[in-house]
């Protein structure tokens, strides 16, 4: 497999140096005798440049040779001290004009490192108490770089807590060739304890040179205001850099700059400088909706009215069978930063909504279901951690539906566990999206409001998880399960039915359901769907991201999607089971990604081709999960 993939890059690097760069001294690299990295992943570590083809052989070589000790890094980083590599030059004739050089890399990985305990001295005497249980490197474990630098952060956050702003700890690492082993040794530099003066902010606009700064649209006094450390106090070094962090959070700033001075009493000012964002913003473009076709969308909103944050913005957005508009309003530090606690701006946002839509409802898709509303959504989020994010939607709307009015409000809670290395192209890690809501519906009528059904109530959970497979070849699992537990109108419980771009590829959207068939008055055919639904669903994909990069943002994807939609009530519903099997394209554009998928195989009785049908294509701007 290795010769292979080393014999595909050979002849890549050979195809793209006479087409792309027109390089006129052609090279390849090859590895030998690694297991534990890839010969992909070793040679996107040399990270050489993209001109290398067309420099010097001498300076190729010395080049090379520097890059080889990125190569050694990355072994050392994963505890590989033993390493022995050898970079072995060869020069291939192709013909009298042409010499192709080879760089052959010879490695013998040795014995991985693990840790033998930690020290940590101090500068001077303080009262921080380190506990050697909570330090990584003091625990018998494989060595990797990564547990020094989070126990680095930890003794910083200890000692920042109590005052020590200006804490420096390094770390050296003494080995121990014979036993295979390293001890840690962690210096502390304290400093002095910093006691609160005063807060002195300043704001001036992106863009300009020092010399020629203007004063930004921020009230410096407001702003000082949302400090919470009174003068006189130790000031709290974690909750120093959770403001900084907060502050971040709101998006509104390019540059966030602390700084302490101490005075002639004892204590230190705070020195708070920010540069502000570009205030407004506007943007416009095209999209596609699989239940509303081909459209147009105008957003502008303008951030810090007032000085204090205050964020309004409009939105139109005009589609073949969907019209909207939209004025909204936030404010990303609505509680100013008094819960230290919360690691992020508390962002509020409220949003008026007029929409008119036509759409084909999920049990009669030759039939049209118009439909006007009033929206006001109101979204209340923030960090709970560094990973883990919480929302909280309170949707109340005014519904004409085919000429039936009524009044629908609904509450959900949700919350994002997110542990991947990317969070709109993750590679690997896991997410965990837990959601409860509930909801009633009444009839339009101020004067006597009448329920429509029973308060219902949901519960759904997705997970997702991101893993490497081998090369550029990446696997995702998404697993989802939801459930109403008190019986919904179709309305609100066709939000479980399955189907579309974003669930089961190649099916109508929400086409899938539980349901069961009556006859009318008249003697037509009565689909009856569930009103008390539950699903489960599964989305797996095996994503080859493209290594060359001629064609880098593109991705081919390989897709299996299963769901299973039932109801409550067994003995009266029928459940439905589908799944598809296809392929994919995705295209990386800035923040977007184009999605175009082909279902190939929906009926798994039996292994024949099946008919093309456009109905099979999904497009999307993201990826599936």
């Given amino acids: 497999m290795k010769k292979l993939i080393s014999l595909l890059l050979l002849s890549v690097t050979f195809a793209f140096a006479d087409e792309g760069s027109e390089a006129k001294h052609p090279w390849y690299t090859d590895f030998y005798g690694n297991n534990i990295f890839s010969s992909f992943q070793l040679n996107e570590q040399l990270d050489v440049p993209e001109e290398f083809g067309n420099l010097d052989t001498t300076k190729q070589d010395f080049m090379m040779r520097l890059s080889s000790e ?24 192709i013909s009298t004009d042409s010499i192709v050089r080879g760089y052959l890399f010879t490695i013998n990985e ?13 500068s001077t005497e303080t009262d921080v108490q380190i506990k050697p249980e909570a330090l990584k490197t003091n625990q018998d474990r494989f060595f990797e770089h990564e547990d020094i630098a989070e126990d680095i952060q930890y003794i910083q956050s200890e000692f920042r807590r109590v005052g020590y702003l200006h804490v420096y700890v390094t770390p050296m690492e003494i080995l121990d060739t014979v036993q295979k082993k390293i001890h840690v040794q962690i210096n502390v530099e304290s400093g002095p304890k910093v006691m609160m003066g005063n807060i002195i902010s300043s704001s001036q606009k992106a863009g300009n040179r020092k010399s020629e700064a203007e004063d930004g649209l921020t009230d410096t006094a407001w702003l000082s205001s949302l400090w919470r450390i009174p003068k006189g106090e130790i000031i709290d ?39 502000e964002r570009v205030p407004g913003e506007a943007r416009y473009g095209f999209f596609f909706e699989e239940i509303y076709g081909f459209g147009a969308q105008a957003y502008a909103r303008h951030k810090n009215f007032f000085g204090s944050f205050n964020e309004f913005s409009t939105n139109f957005q005009i589609a073949q069978h969907k019209q909207e508009i939209s004025a909204g309003y936030a404010n990303p530090l609505l509680f100013g930063t008094r819960f230290t606690f919360i690691p992020t701006a508390i962002r509020f946002e409220d949003r008026l909504t007029f929409n008119h839509e036509k759409i084909n409802p999920p049990a009669y898709p030759d039939s ?62 896991i997410r965990l999206a837990p959601t409860v809501g509930g909801g009633i519906n009444l009839t339009a ?8 059904g029973n308060p219902y109530t949901y519960g759904e959970a997705t997970a997702n998880v991101y893993f490497p497979l081998f090369w550029t070849f990446y696997g ?14 179709e309305d609100d419980a066709r939000v479980f039915y399955q189907g579309g771009s974003r669930s089961v590829r190649g099916y109508r959207f929400r086409s899938i359901y539980a349901s069961y068939e009556s006859e009318g008055s008249d003697g037509e055919t009565i689909i009856n769907t569930g009103l008390t639904p539950m699903y489960y669903r599964l989305n797996q994909e095996i994503r080859w991201r493209m290594p060359w990069k001629v064609i880098k943002k593109w991705q081919l994807v390989q897709f299996f999607d299963w769901t299973k939609v039932m109801d409550e009530e067994t003995s009266v519903y029928e ?5 598809s099997l296809g392929l994919g394209l995705r295209y990386r554009w800035q923040f977007l990604t184009f999605r175009l998928d082909y279902a190939f195989k929906k009926t798994f009785s039996h292994w024949n081709a099946e008919n093309f049908a456009w109905g099979r294509f999904a497009f999307d701007l993201s990826h599936a999960f």
């Fill in 70 to 93: 990125n190569i050694k890094s990355l072994y050392y980083s994963r505890g590989y001290f033993s390493l022995d590599m050898k970079m072995e030059i060869r020069r291939q004739y």
């Fill in 110 to 122: 040795g014995d991985r490192y693990r840790f033998n305990g930690a020290t940590i001295t101090t």
């Fill in 237 to 275: 070094g974690n909750q120093y850099n959770s403001f900084k962090n907060k502050l971040l959070s709101t998006q509104l700033f390019t540059q966030i700059k602390l700084k302490d001075s101490l005075r002639t009493d004892g204590l230190s000012d705070v020195h708070l400088d920010v540069v």
């Fill in 368 to 429: 049209i279901e118009e439909r006007y509303e009033v929206i006001n959504r109101g979204d209340l989020t923030f960090g709970i951690t560094s990973h883990i994010r919480f929302r909280n939607t309170l949707d109340t709307r005014y519904v004409n539906k085919n000429s039936a009015e009524m009044f629908k409000f609904k509450d959900e809670i949700a919350l994002t566990f997110d542990y991947t290395d990317d969070y709109f192209n993750p590679t690997k890690g």
């Fill in 445 to 452: 009528s101020l004067d006597d409001p009448k329920m429509i």
């Fill in 476 to 489: 995702a699992l998404s697993g989802s399960v939801g459930k109403f537990f008190n019986k919904a109108i």
């Fill in 575 to 579: 459940e439905e089971s589908d799944a």
